[in-house]
């Protein structure tokens, strides 16, 4: 059974830092492409950061600079450092593990967690 799990959300006053963790487990870990989404109230889900298997990263203009998402496989986990962080940053932080060389291609989503930027 595939899980994903999320921790290190909650509030934080602007400026200031979190670390998302994404722990996994049921999955080959190190072939996924890993990802952090974000869905505020309101909007669609889109995606903030990603870095595939062989440890390319990319990330939405609105958190380049200020966020940094890294793997470590011997762990199965994946992070999202936040930084600088803006009251716009505020919605619910979705992990997803993904890997096209399975048809239909593999594709898992944790059950987020709530990061909010206010003082």
């Known amino acids: 059974q595939v899980q994903l799990v999320e921790s290190g959300g909650g509030l934080v006053q602007p400026g200031g830092s979190l670390r998302l963790s994404c722990a996994a487990s049921g999955i080959i870990f190190s072939i996924y492409h890993m990802g952090w989404y974000r869905q505020a109230p309101g909007k669609q889900r889109e995606r903030v950061a990603r870095?595939?298997?062989?440890?390319?990263?990319n990330y939405a203009d609105s958190v380049k600079g200020r966020f940094t998402i890294s793997r470590e496989n011997a762990k199965n986990t994946v992070y999202l450092q936040m930084n600088s962080l803006k009251p716009e940053d505020t919605a619910v932080y979705y992990c997803n593990a993904y890997y096209s060389g399975t048809y239909p291609p593999s594709d898992y989503w944790g059950q987020g967690t709530q990061v909010t930027v206010s003082s």
């Open positions: 870095i595939i298997s062989g440890g390319i990263t």
